[in-house]
Each structure stands twice: as C-alpha cells, then as structure tokens.
C-alpha cells in the first residue's frame, strides 16, 4: 500500500474489496483468492502466485504468462470502472448500428425492435449506473464486474470453471441474472455480431 500511496480503505476499495473485508485478510481472517491476486498484482507489480503462495519472483510485469481471462481481470482492476462501462456500452451499440440505420428490409429493424432494443441497453445501464454513484466497493463492484463480462462476452464466451469467473460471478442477486437474460436478448436481436469468435477487436485493450 505503501508503494502506491494509498491508505488502506483507499487500496481496499481500488482491488474490488469493502474495507472491512480487505481488513479481514491483513489480519489473516480470511484467504486471498486468485482474483483478488491478480488485481493486486495490477495495481502494484507484486506477483499474484507470490502473494498466494510466496513462491517464485516477487515482482513481474502484471501482463507476464497471464491468460486471456487473466488479462481482462487485471485490466478491469487498472482501469476506471465506469471507464469500462461507457466501453462496453459503446461496443453494444457499435454491434446494432449496422441493424439500426440498414436499408436492407431483411436486415432493418422494425419502431418496435429498435424500441425494444433501447429498452434493453437502458434497463441494463440502469443495474450499473446504480452500483456505480452509490456503491463504496467491495461485493457491489465485483456484481459490477461481473455484469460487465457477460454483457460483453456473453455465456457462451466466458470460462465458468475458472476461479475467475466463479468468483466474479458468484452472486445470488437478481440484478446478475437480469443482465444474463438481457445479453441472451441482446444476441437475439443483433445477430452475430455480438459473438466472441467474429470480433476484430478487444473493446477493453483498443480504446
């Protein structure tokens, strides 16, 4: 914490942990998990595994022999979240433009689908602008990040055995399952341009 002139609130809310719980773990209450390694080694260059285990080199470059996943992880621990937000909101509507503004009639959409579609994007932004200007942290902002993954990548394009998404997606909470539903919707109307395999770029690491 030190090194990044950070208190310990301070740290606690830039990894994605309420402060009580952050404080929990430097007392040795509970366990640091992988995720939570990781937006570590983000924020500061300490090793996620030597944190974990206290095994291998104690800094490295915090994208060095990470994972796909891995790297997501790290970026939304490094960059503003309502950066990311606005991001992947921006991808989301750059997907339906082709279908919002065709003059293809099989292609087109119809008043009442593109009403559907703005219904959609503005009940979806409404989970995350709430988390967003009210929220301190800790589980509210990793819900956060975790409706941020699928309504970028879907279900289909995420990992779910991964410690990663486990963690970033274990949550009984309504709000997460809504945005499932809204992302399956959101692929029904646009199509295929909203699958992972058929991107040309990374919306996180491009802009």
Request: aromatic content about 10%.
């Amino acid at each position: 914490m030190d090194d990044c002139g950070l208190n310990q609130k301070e740290f606690a809310l830039r990894i994605g942990k309420s402060p009580n719980g952050f404080n929990a773990i430097v007392r040795g209450h509970k366990l640091v998990n992988k995720t939570l390694a990781l937006a570590v080694q983000a924020l500061t260059s300490y090793s996620a595994e030597w944190i974990m285990t206290g095994e291998g080199p104690r800094k490295i470059n915090p994208l060095e022999g990470l994972d796909h996943w891995s790297r997501l992880v790290l970026e939304l621990s490094n960059n503003s979240d309502r950066k990311i937000a606005e991001l992947v909101f921006f991808w989301l509507d750059s997907k339906a433009t082709a279908r919002k503004f065709s003059f293809d009639k099989d292609q087109s959409w119809n008043k009442k689908t593109l009403s559907r579609y703005e219904e959609l994007i503005q009940e979806a932004k409404g989970f995350l602008f709430d988390i967003l200007n009210n929220s301190e942290g800790g589980e509210e902002q990793v819900l956060l990040r975790g409706m941020l993954l699928i309504l970028y990548n879907g279900l289909e394009g995420l990992d779910l055995e991964s410690d990663e998404m486990k963690f970033l997606l274990n949550f009984e909470d309504f709000r997460l399952e809504r945005v499932k539903e809204i992302r399956s919707e959101l692929e029904n109307l646009i199509g295929d341009g909203l699958k992972k395999e058929n991107r040309t770029s990374n919306v996180i690491t491009d802009w």
